[in-house]
Nanobody, 111 residues
Framework: QVQLVESGGGLVQPGGSLRLSCAAS????????MGWYRQAPGKQRELVAL???????NYRDSVKGRFTISRDNAKNTVYLQMNSLKPEDTAVYYC?????WGRGTQVTVSS
């Protein structure tokens, strides 16, 4: 029903920025809430940010003020702008919508 493909990950220095993209293949994209999650080695997958179909956003405390989630319904795409990155942000980042997951994109923050 929903296919998701993440991109934009990579290696970045502490304090740097990355923008992740999640392209969705769904005729109902505009209706769905979208979320970014991440999973670091040996840790549970955790919610990073959410954006509803109406544009309401929510963030976990550790990324507030640094990350921004947005969506472009015309492109069926959700973004995660990540600024002031820290080593603790290192993880595989996943896009999720109505219980469907992408394959993930690796973000590594290291000097």
């Amino acid at each position: 029903q929903v296919q998701l493909v993440e991109s934009g990950g990579g290696l970045v220095q502490p304090g740097g920025s990355l923008r992740l993209s999640c392209a969705a293949s769904s005729t109902f994209f505009r209706i769905y809430d979208m979320g970014w999650y991440r999973q670091a080695p040996g840790k549970q997958r955790e919610l990073v940010a959410l954006i509803t179909s109406g544009g309401t956003t929510n963030y976990r405390d550790s990324v507030k003020g640094r990350f921004t989630i947005s969506r472009d319904n015309a492109k069926n795409t959700v973004y995660l702008q990540m600024n002031s990155l820290k080593p603790e942000d290192t993880a595989v980042y996943y896009c999720n919508s109505v219980g469907y997951w992408g394959r993930g994109t690796q973000v590594t923050v290291s000097s």
